[in-house]
């Protein structure tokens, strides 16, 4: 078969919104999947991908490393042991799908397919700009969009969502039905004020449902206080693989515009999503499962793609209310909870 590189080179969320994308290529090559170090960890998740390569691309990344000679020759060295056919660049509206072209000319391959408002010269075989795929189309459909004009088209009998290959069972997941709350997100603006994530956990915790705080190494300050004596914090706990179990197993989950969220509803599993307007949820919000979208979507930040909120009191998503989230929750599960504490 032919062999094909799909090349998404930015965040968790972002590789796993691909993943239709990557077998609608699947059903018709072996796909080499390219992505940054933050994507790297569920691109052996996802269904259809032969082989991996991790790049971390200057012009994406952030905090981007240095565009060195010997860090550029590294991409070459990859790109020359991959022996593709041809490429596929999936990019977000804010991103350059050239400079990393320039590479894959430069390295021999004859096709590529990318979006570019650029003018892209002798570097683009099939070129899509935004008058092809608007801005306002979700990013599983603009990706779908993308590898469609490279001839690649989903089977009949896919359903084009975001899908994960199931992990082994976690020693982490209990045995009785469980809630997730996970608080923490790589920019502040999509966090929830941990106060509100803490409230949420006695509340689920009071109305009878075992409540789990996941989070990272580095969050463990944050998982700790927010589970406080209620809740079972998992801070740090789990690799990449176990926690994408215990979201599968999940009743709900709860948490920020990040890429667990994007994980939770790719297992399948209902999600609050605490979302900042700082990107669209028309564009940005999980796909694969049942979502409940709570921030204010109007409010002052919207669309400024800020990594820190720009708004005093972060009112976007401080405004949304333990007990908001918690009636998200019981109208996911379709329950009635006890009287809350």
């Known amino acids: 078969m032919r062999r094909v590189l799909v090349a998404r080179l930015d965040s968790l969320g972002d590789v796993v919104l691909a993943g239709p994308a990557i077998r609608a290529v699947a059903a018709h090559a072996e796909v080499v999947l390219l992505t940054g170090p933050r994507g790297a960890g569920v691109a052996g998740m996802l269904p259809g991908v032969t082989d991996r390569m991790v790049w971390d691309a200057p012009w994406i990344a952030n905090p981007a490393p240095e565009a060195t000679p010997r860090h550029v020759r590294r991409l070459e060295r990859l790109l020359d042991h991959a022996a593709v056919d041809e490429a596929v660049i999936l990019t977000s509206f804010h991103q350059s799908s050239l400079p990393l072209a320039v590479e894959l000319r430069l390295c021999g391959v004859s096709r590529i397919t990318a979006l570019s408002e650029d003018y892209p010269g002798s570097l683009l075989d099939v070129r899509l700009t935004s008058r092809d795929l608007p801005w306002e189309l979700h990013e599983v459909e603009r990706a779908l969009g993308i590898v469609a004009a490279a001839g690649f088209a989903l089977p009949a009998d896919d359903d084009g969502l975001p899908a994960l290959l199931p992990q082994a069972r976690s020693s982490l997941r209990p045995a009785g039905e469980y809630v997730v709350v996970h608080p923490g997100a790589d920019a502040p603006a999509r966090m929830w004020p941990a106060e509100h994530s803490a409230r949420l956990v006695t ?93 204010d979507q109007a409010a002052a930040c919207a669309g400024s793609r800020a990594r820190t909120c720009p708004v005093p009191g972060h009112p976007c998503l401080a405004q949304v209310t333990p007990e908001a989230a918690f009636h998200a929750v019981e109208q996911l599960l379709g329950v009635h909870p006890k009287a809350v504490a």
């Open 203 to 295: 509340m689920l915790a009071s109305a009878g449902f075992g409540v789990l705080v996941t989070g990272t190494a580095a969050e463990r300050e944050l998982t700790a206080a927010v589970a406080g004596d209620r809740g079972i914090d998992l801070g740090g706990a789990t690799d990449l693989r176990g926690l994408v179990d215990l979201l599968s197993g999940a009743s709900a989950v709860v948490a920020g515009n990040t890429g667990p969220a994007h994980i939770t509803a790719a297992v399948r599993t209902p999600v609050v999503s605490l979302f900042s307007p700082v990107v669209s949820p028309g564009t940005w919000a999980p796909r694969g499962a049942p979502v409940v979208v709570l921030g």
